[in-house]
C-alpha cells in the first residue's frame, strides 16, 4: 500500500530563515502532490498543488519542487515568520482517495 | 459562506453506545470525506462520496457506516463505540471534475470513548 513520510521530528527555525520540509513517498504515482497547513484545533488549509509534470511552484513566499523520479516533494518557505508556526501536511493523490503525510510541525521563533 | 460545518464539537461516549458525527457543506461540492486524525498517524480516509447516493470505503472503514441522501449532508455513524475510535473526526469537501480543486476541510469533533 501507499506510504507517505514527512520529517519525523519537529522542525525549529529562526525568524527570518528559510524553513524546508520534506514529503517523500512510495509504492504509487500521485498526478499531483498538495500541501497543507494545520493550526491546533482546526482543520487543515489547502496552501500549494503541484502536478507531476511541473518542477516548481511559487506563491508568494512559498515554493513547492515535486521530483517523480525521486518520489519527494520540498516544501519552502522563505523569510519565515512566528506567523507561519504549524503543522504542514503533504498530500500526494491520484484519483478519488486522498492520502495525508503524517505532517511536520514548524515552529518559527523571533 | 460557512463552508464546512461539523457538529458536535465535543463529544464523549461510553463504549457500545452509538452516535451520529454531523457534517454539511453549502458549495455544492460533488465529494465529500471522513478523516480520522490520531497523534503520530496523520489524517486516515475513512469513508468518502462522490454524490448523493454514492459512497465508498478508505482506509479504515471498520466500524464506521455512511450515507449520502443529499449533496449538503455526509453523516458519519458509529453503531458501537469502543475506545480504539477516540479520535478527532474531520468532514472535507472538493468541487469534482478539476484535479487543482482542493479539500475544504470542516474544524473537526473530537470523540472520546471510555
Known amino acids: 500500500s501507499q506510504k507517505i513520510e514527512q520529517n519525523s521530528e519537529a522542525l525549529n527555525i529562526q525568524e527570518g530563515k528559510t524553513a524546508t520540509l520534506t514529503c517523500n513517498y512510495t509504492?504509487?504515482?500521485?498526478?499531483?502532490l498538495q500541501w497543507y497547513r494545520q493550526d491546533p484545533g482546526r482543520g487543515p488549509v489547502f496552501l500549494l498543488l503541484?502536478?507531476?509534470?511541473?518542477k516548481e511552484k511559487r506563491k508568494e513566499r512559498l515554493k513547492v519542487t515535486f521530483d517523480t523520479t525521486l518520489k519527494q516533494s520540498l516544501f519552502h518557505i522563505t523569510a519565515s515568520q512566528p506567523a507561519d508556526s504549524a503543522t504542514y501536511l503533504c498530500?500526494?493523490?491520484?484519483?478519488?482517495?486522498?492520502?495525508f503525510g503524517t505532517g511536520t510541525s514548524l515552529t518559527v521563533i523571533p | 459562506n460557512a463552508g464546512v460545518t461539523q457538529t458536535p464539537k465535543f463529544q464523549v461516549l461510553k463504549t457500545g453506545q452509538s452516535m451520529t458525527l454531523q457534517c454539511a457543506q453549502d458549495?455544492?461540492?460533488?465529494?465529500m470525506s471522513w478523516y480520522r486524525q490520531d497523534p503520530g498517524m496523520g489524517l486516515r480516509l475513512i469513508h468518502y462520496?462522490?454524490?448523493?447516493?454514492?459512497?465508498d470505503q478508505g482506509e479504515v472503514p471498520n466500524g464506521y457506516n455512511v450515507s449520502r441522501s443529499t449533496t449538503e449532508d455526509f453523516p458519519l455513524r458509529l453503531l458501537s463505540a469502543a475506545p480504539s475510535q477516540t479520535s478527532v473526526y474531520f468532514c472535507?469537501?472538493?468541487?469534482?471534475?478539476?484535479?487543482?480543486?482542493?479539500?475544504?476541510f470542516g474544524n473537526g469533533t473530537r470523540l472520546t470513548v471510555t
Open positions: 472535507a469537501s472538493r468541487k469534482m471534475g478539476s484535479y487543482n480543486s482542493p479539500l475544504h
Open positions: 509504492n504509487y504515482s500521485p498526478a499531483y
Open positions: 503541484i502536478r507531476e509534470n511541473e
Open positions: 498530500a500526494p493523490n491520484t484519483g478519488n482517495q486522498f492520502y
Open positions: 458549495m455544492n461540492h460533488e465529494y
Open positions: 462520496s462522490v454524490g448523493a447516493g454514492i459512497t
